[in-house]
């Protein structure tokens, strides 16, 4: 039996290896599911079982499992195709008999209101109706969805976002990688959904004022319309649908989806979630 993690050289799948190997889990027992054997090398090279496959590459999957494995399948990258990538990773992990698949979805589950949300309820279906022992983790927003890139904000001294005054209790990466690796080596998660979100939930205006705290230079939020919102985006070069998306997203925070706190993520860890402000610190570094 192995723990596998998909996308292990995905910013997350990254980090829940590192944080099974911090828990003291035998490297031989890890099994990391990449599409590049290059990329993983610093894995192989630490004894990682590198396992090579392609969410939409079905028949790359049939031996990236093993009878009794337990997988954490997280959700792909490319918005739009990731039911049928999906759904090859939940066929290939029912054909190899595994013991759990837990499944990175987003906060709220089936309840869900906004169309990021469509491809995580289609997929939490899928794995249901699979008869798969499974586990939900339904994640809510990263710090990182805003601390990653600060170089317009910190160059426009803005923040502009369709959000309003809406609430978000993120946390961080780290935060729900530790959250996949207590449930790949815990008991007793099977059949549950975890809503996984941050301590504290934080506004906008907030986050603003932190920047302006921490960088010294005055950082202020501006709340336009999603309209607005969108032309700005589509200036600055995204895709139509990918601007669609953020909107969609201020839109969902405006109406209070992201700020749910259920204290679920502390449990699994351990721990405080990282408070947004040593998020801000590391990104400014």
Known sequence: ??????????????LVVEELLAAGVPAGQIAAVVRDKDKAAGLADRGVALRVADYSA????????????KVLLISGSEVGRRVPQHQAVIDAAKDAGVALL??????????ADLALADEHKA????ILDSGLPYTFLRNGWYHENYTANLAPVLEHGAVLANAG????????????AAA???????????????????????????YAAELTRQTGKEIVHRSVTPEENREVLLGAGLPAPFADLLVGVDTAIGQGLLARRT????????RPTTPLADAVAAALK
């Open 58 to 69: 079905p028949e790359t999957l049939r031996d990236a499992f093993r009878s009794g494995d």
């Open 102 to 111: 837990a499944y990175t979805g987003i906060l709220g589950g089936p309840d």
């Open 263 to 270: 204290g679920d993520l502390a449990r699994l860890i351990g």
């Open 180 to 206: 996949a690796a207590a449930v790949l080596t815990g008991e007793g998660h099977e059949g549950k959904a975890y809503e996984l979100s941050g301590d504290v939930a934080w506004s906008l205006d907030e």
């Open 123 to 126: 997929t939490e279906r899928a």
């Open 165 to 176: 005054e809406g609430r978000i209790a993120s946390a961080s990466r780290a935060d729900y």
């Open 1 to 14: 039996m192995s723990l596998v993690v998909t996308g292990a050289t995905g910013q997350l799948g990254r």
